[in-house]
């Protein structure tokens, strides 16, 4: 997993927790505590800790920025399958975040 998230999202998990709550709740709230995927309703406050995760729409590996217009909530089972998606792809087509990555240079210019 750890490898993955490297991959996948440019970053240490560890770093990854390191997100400002300021942008964290500013989507939480943006989203009104829904899943993006499936609508279900998600909580900060779930008995055994938040149910949800929010995620880089294009991964931080591919150049996706750290910022509200490129994360979006998701609860735990659509964060966990969502990955589990983007690694298949990583894997059988590795030239898709290179794409991705040279796309977002562009616009920057």
Partial sequence: MRA???????????????????TRQTVLDRDEYTCQRCGAAVSST?????????HHIIPRAAGGPDHPDNLITLCTDCH???HRELESIVDERPEILESLRSF????SE
């Fill in 80 to 82: 966990t399958q969502v």
């Fill in 4 to 22: 993955h998230h490297t991959i996948v999202h440019g970053e240490k998990l560890g770093d990854s927790q390191q997100r400002t709550n300021s």
């Fill in 104 to 107: 977002l240079h562009n616009m």
């Fill in 46 to 54: 779930d008995e055994t800790g938040p149910n949800y995760n929010v």
